[in-house]
Every structure is written in C-alpha cells, then in structure tokens.
C-alpha cells in the first residue's frame, strides 16, 4: 500500500485528491495538511511514502517542505511530487532544485495523477513528457550551468552510468532500462545512486536537468 500525505491550503483541492486517491486499491492518504509547517510536522511523524505537496501555501511554502523532506537533517528522506497551477513557474525551478522527484499540474487527468504518485513512490521519479520537455528548457535557461572540472561533463560518468542517463531523459523507468541494457534492475538503482553524487544532484529528476544543462542530451523542439 502507498501511503500520501496532500499539503496543500485550498480544501477543495484536498477533498478532491483525497477522494481521488482513497478510491485506488495501492493508495492510501493518511494525512492532510493545509499549509507547510503542518505538512512537516505530519510527515515526520507518519513517514508517507509520497508527499503532495503545493508550491504555494501560507507560512512554510512548498519550496521549503520540499528541501526540509528530502533532505532531512535527520531520519529518512521522503519522495515529494509538486503540485502547480502553472507549467512554468519560478517555484517549480527552485522545487527542483530542492530535491522535488516529480511535478504535475493541478489540472493534469486523475489517472496521471494517480500514475505520478505510483511512479513516484517506486523510486523512480515522474518525468511527464511535454511538461517535462518545457520545465527543463527553461530551468535551463534561467540557471547558470553548474561548474565542472572534466572537459566534457559526460567523462564524470562511466559508460555504463552513461547509457542509464540517457535513459533516465527519455522517462525510462528502471524496469524499463534494465530490460534495454539487460542489466538486473538492482543493478540499475546501484548505478544511479553512485551516479548522482558525480554530478552534483540528488534525484533522478535533477539528473535529466543536469543531462540538458550539460548538452549530455539535446532539448527537441
């Protein structure tokens, strides 16, 4: 069972993803939380496997949860999906940069929200394709692009760490790369966690921002 925690300060909005989630067989919400202190103190103490959080709530914004989540100063860390109004916004940029594992807009489909959610509580991130494209395009814009000491920012990385990045950008998930590298998907996860140290990032989200930052992958128009 997955269980969430939805932060966010308009009630409707947690009455309806409540009851969007509450409704599937995996998922169970145990708790809500209607600004950003709230929604600290709740996870510390029920240790969801996702937290929803909004980027905008009163007191302790979502920026805030989500860096204070991720990278706790001490326990475990928690996945966080961001939820937004808009496809681009200065608070989605600095989530990211906090550690956020995915986005979704509010008005997404339910069954991508839902989708998301799992996606999110197996480890793998949400990389949604179109908002993703954009998102990281001007993320990339807007940031300076991080220093590096090697010459070509892809000799960080071995040629197997490599592939998996590449991977990673088209919104593979483990399964999904094991099975195109014939690799065991524990094998997989080992890769990725000693790749991310390398770059400077600490989710699989970040790591296809830091791959287009880099030019390691090139943005379609």
């Known amino acids: 069972m997955i269980r969430v925690l939805i932060a966010d300060d308009q009630a409707l909005v947690r009455a309806g993803l409540a009851a969007l989630l509450d409704g599937q067989p995996d998922i169970e919400v145990v708790g809500t939380a209607a600004d950003g202190d709230e929604a600290v103190d709740m996870a510390r ?23 204070e989540l991720c990278a706790p100063t001490d326990g475990t860390a928690i996945p966080v999906l961001i939820l937004t109004t808009f496809a681009i916004d200065d608070y989605v940029f600095a989530a990211l940069e906090a550690g956020a594992a995915g986005f979704m807009l509010k008005d997404s489909e339910p069954e991508d929200i839902v989708a998301a959610i799992r996606t999110v509580a ?3 991130g949400t990389l949604d ?14 940031r300076q692009t991080m220093p590096v000491t090697a010459t070509n920012p892809s000799d960080l990385l071995s040629p197997r760490e490599l592939d998996i990045l590449l991977l990673l950008a088209q919104g593979l998930s ?15 996860k080992s890769h990725i966690s000693r790749m991310l140290p390398k770059i400077g990032v600490s989710s699989r989200l970040q790591a296809v921002v830091w791959a287009y930052q880099h030019r390691v992958v090139d943005i379609q128009q």
């Open 45 to 67: 103490e029920l240790t969801p496997d996702v937290a929803c959080v909004d980027v905008r709530m009163p007191g302790r914004d979502g920026i805030s949860v989500t860096r």
């Open 122 to 124: 197996a480890g793998n």
């Open 129 to 142: 394709a179109s908002l993703t494209r954009t998102v990281i395009r001007e993320f990339s814009r807007r």
């Open 174 to 188: 483990n399964e999904d790369i094991a099975r195109t590298l014939v690799l065991e998907v524990s094998t997989v």
